[in-house]
């Protein structure tokens, strides 16, 4: 069983950065990924790294700005967030599993989600 934890959203003016963490217990290497829900809409992929770290993939909306890291000593995934925009408001969640497909929301694993918030 994996749990996953994240920190660090909050309230920050467009252009700011911010950076998200998900900490994973019962952690195995499992692909981890980023998705984000806005208010009356679907969820939606932001970014995967695989199990090794070795290969990122990001939607076409953050590219560029967002950049998406493990760190296997410490079990926790982070999301740098830059340049942001008020269309990133959402609550972020982190999903982990052991799986090829990275963008569909099919993860077994998600943590409970952090709110983000991008004032204009």
């Known amino acids: 069983q994996v749990q996953l934890v994240e920190s660090g959203g909050g309230l920050v003016q467009a252009g700011d950065s911010l950076r998200l963490a998900c900490a994973a217990s019962g952690y195995s290497r499992y692909a981890m990924a980023w998705f984000r829900q806005a208010p009356g809409k679907e969820r939606e992929f932001v970014a995967a790294?695989?199990?090794?770290?070795?290969?990122?993939y990001y939607a076409d909306s953050v590219k560029g700005r967002f950049t998406v890291s493990r760190d296997h000593a410490k079990n926790t995934v982070y999301l740098q967030m830059n340049s942001l925009k008020p269309e990133d408001t959402a609550v972020y969640y982190c999903a982990a599993d052991r799986l090829s497909d990275y963008v569909r929301p099919s993860y077994r694993y998600w943590g409970q989600g952090t709110q983000v918030t991008v004032s204009s």
């Open positions: 790294i695989s199990g090794t770290g070795g290969g990122t």
